[in-house]
């Protein structure tokens, strides 16, 4: 089993960038898909962006298309999702996936991933 570890949160005026990094120990990161994932205050957990074991095939929600992108470095087993022009609607906790497998549109469910990191929390302040 992978162990995922998020990093790279904080806070951010609006109109900033973060990037957030995924590392992962126990298990070589390029034998999986990665996904991210966020759960703002209240609300339940949504799909961000996901990419397949190379690097070579993304998707995205289509609500983020455009601000955010992920991408991986399979020798540093780390993924990496970069967050532009933020809102204060980006507020929320981000998690990061394993799944074994890249299938769209199966892999924005929550349920198609086997492991998953503790979250770190973005906030954007208005």
């Known amino acids: 089993q992978v162990q995922l570890v998020e990093s790279g949160g904080g806070l951010v005026q609006a109109g900033g960038s973060l990037r957030l990094s995924c590392a992962a120990s126990g298990r070589t990161l390029s034998s999986y898909s990665m996904g991210w994932f966020r759960q703002a205050p209240g609300k339940e957990r949504e799909f961000v962006a996901a990419?397949?074991?190379?690097?070579?095939?993304?998707v995205y929600s289509d609500s983020l298309k455009g601000r955010f992108t992920i991408s991986r470095d399979n020798a540093k087993n780390t993924v990496f999702l970069q967050m532009n022009s933020l809102k204060s609607e980006d507020t929320a906790v981000y998690y990061c996936?394993?799944?074994?497998?890249?299938?769209?549109?199966?892999?924005?469910?929550?349920?198609?991933?086997?492991?998953w990191g503790q979250g770190t929390q973005v906030t954007v302040s208005s």
């Open positions: 996936a394993a799944a074994s497998r890249y299938l769209v549109p199966s892999i924005k469910r929550e349920s198609f991933y086997h492991s």
């Open positions: 990419i397949d074991w190379s690097g070579a095939s993304t």
